[in-house]
């Protein structure tokens, strides 16, 4: 009956391999810290394995051979037969290997065997991404000398940037031909829509929310001057109506991105629309007061809170301001301004009494019984 050979570490490490990596292999096979193993690999012979199944014998001769320890077998209880051909030579592996517990060989000018452990081989393998050499996972290419961890890093990061702009262009939607969201995307991290634009994807700040504000009655003079130029007609209606239905469609974008940069959703303008539609079919004055707070709330909160400086729900931010964006803001600033001043003067006349100026007549300046009354 077979009774097994023992595994022995001669203590030498083979050629081509620096006794620190080979330390450290050791270490992740026998599960020990690497001061311990140092001692391993001073020159003397220690049993790392003792009654090893001769069939067993060549798997850890291997996994100690990559890990760059020279290594041998011997017949157990105490025969002193080598078992032939199994000096060891080899490259350095990680493997992670099942543990047993070892001893230091005995023999007559020996001290007791030091207890190790050994796990079963079970050698991880790997490509290398530059060379494709097949060996066990390790940092260094055996056979090109490339950190392999750092170039599979740089590969999966290549793959990453080829395959963002595809999922910027599934996330267009059905109105990403209609709008510039998805397509100004840099890597500065900006994304600015287009101010003329049928898509309410995208975000824009303060100064863009009333800049973009101006060119939306653009629509609606446009209508008006085709209107002007066909006449009388069902032509010069249609014109019209277009004209005004484009206008309050880009005046509610412009609203639904300033909200879009606040992280709120767009939705919130369907209630501004909702409120006054209620307020004047109930007649309410409750209802018509409560509605003219909100929109007048609203109208400031869009004007003056910050949007988020980053990503958010609703993409990238709007890039920097420009020369027209600041232009544009002015040019609806100063048509406000106008309006309120025009409409003011408006109502302060309405409430003077109609042809009643005070003025004096000729011949009845005065009254008579005045003390400035007198005839010629």
Request: proline share 7%.
């Amino acid at each position: 009956m077979d009774s097994g050979v023992n595994l022995i570490l001669t203590g030498s490490i083979l050629p081509g391999h620096a006794a620190a990596d080979v330390a450290q292999a050791l270490s992740r096979l026998m599960g020990l810290p690497e001061e311990k193993i140092l001692p391993l690999l001073a020159g003397k012979e220690t049993v790392v394995r003792r009654n090893l199944e001769a069939t067993k014998a060549p798997r850890y001769l291997q996994a100690l051979r990559q890990a760059g320890a020279e290594a041998r077998v011997e017949a157990s209880a105490g025969q002193g037969k080598q078992v032939p051909g199994e000096a060891a030579s080899g490259v350095a592996v990680a493997a992670a290997i099942a543990r047993e517990p070892v001893q230091q060989a005995a023999g007559a000018a020996t001290p007791p065997a030091t207890v190790l452990a050994l796990d079963e081989p079970a050698l991880e393998m790997m490509n290398c991404p530059s060379c494709g050499a097949a060996q066990p996972r390790r940092n260094l290419c055996r056979a090109c000398g490339v950190d392999m961890p750092r170039m599979l890093a740089a590969q999966t990061q290549a793959v990453g940037t080829v395959a963002a702009p595809a999922r910027s262009a599934a996330a267009a939607g059905p109105l990403g031909p209609l709008s510039r969201a998805g397509k100004d995307d840099s890597p500065d991290g900006f994304s600015t829509p287009a101010a003329f634009s049928l898509s309410l994807e995208g975000r824009v700040g303060r100064l863009r929310y009333l800049a973009y504000s101006f060119p939306a009655y653009v629509p609606l003079v446009a209508g008006a001057l085709l209107a002007a130029v066909l006449g009388q007609g069902t032509a010069m209606l249609a014109a019209i109506l277009i004209g005004a239905l484009l206008t309050v469609w880009m005046a509610l974008r412009v609203s639904v991105l300033r909200l879009h940069d606040l992280n709120r959703s767009g939705k919130w303008v369907l209630l501004a629309i909702a409120l006054p539609v209620v307020a004047g079919l109930s007649g309410a004055p409750l209802g018509v007061m409560a509605s003219a707070v909100f929109f007048i709330v609203g109208s400031l909160l869009l004007l003056f809170w910050p949007g988020d400086m980053g990503v958010n729900d609703y993409g990238e931010p709007s890039g920097p301001n420009t020369l027209w964006t600041i232009i544009g803001a002015m040019a609806a600033i100063g048509l406000g301004i106008a309006g309120g001043v025009s409409d003011g003067n408006r109502r302060l006349e309405g409430m003077l009494p109609g042809g009643e100026e005070m003025e004096m007549e000729e011949g009845a300046a005065t009254a008579p019984g005045s003390p400035y009354y007198y005839e010629d």
